[in-house]
């Protein structure tokens, strides 16, 4: 018998409130780093597991060794801290896995969904600007990276529910220009091909996943809006 079934059914493990809480039969989880989202996973795992934690290194029998690596309150706040900066990537990376066949052109509004979320994040708890920051270092040198290729554009464009919606609503006017000049040059050049006539209906799904997304990240400003084009053939 496990450590945690055992002292569930003795009722040892309360909440804040001193109700009596269940806790899941889990193992603590490595990180991984060939594996998505590991490191989040991880400490999802260990919050979990958090009052078997702090009972297991409090035990007669393992004092003297682990006593000195106890997890402070302090400790266990800042992990919860790293758990959120990271919830925001790990829901968008779910999102987008969704789909059994994602589209390019949500890579960038999901990409931008989730720096604007940080960003919020750090506005709002100015102690966890040093981590965000270093994440946005990263997430914006992959996202100038996309700003040299115009397939994400163009993937945007044919999107039959995003079009330019997503663009004129969220980017700069000069980036604006830029984006529909790129559209033009590329339809002058490949006029005669035709859209798959599946293409709506994925498109509408993936959709809705962005708007969950904004949604999830109270960005209301992001969620895309008005008629979708089914509505607007009816009216």
Known sequence: MSLITDRNRGQWFK????????ILDLQLLHDVKTQWDSMFLMLNCLHALQPTVDLFVTLLLQQKELAKVKISDAEWSILQDYENIL????????????????????????FE??????????????????????????????????????AYIISMFVDPFLQFCWIKMHWAQDWVVCAEESVI?????????????????QSLSQFNLLNVLAQQFNICDMVLGGPRPTEQQSM
């Open 15 to 22: 909440s804040l409130d001193g109700e009596t809480t269940i």
């Open 87 to 110: 919830k925001v990537p790990h829901k968008v990376q779910q999102q987008m896995s969704v789909e059994a066949r994602p589209t390019l052109s949500h890579v960038v509004p999901s």
């Open 113 to 150: 969904l989730f720096m604007t979320a940080w960003e919020k994040m750090q506005q709002e708890n100015q102690c966890l600007v040093p981590f965000i920051k270093v994440g946005l270092i990263k997430a914006r040198h992959y996202y100038n990276c996309m700003d040299n290729m115009k």
């Open 185 to 201: 040059t590329l339809m002058k050049e490949y006029h005669h091909l035709k859209v798959l006539e599946d293409a709506i209906t």
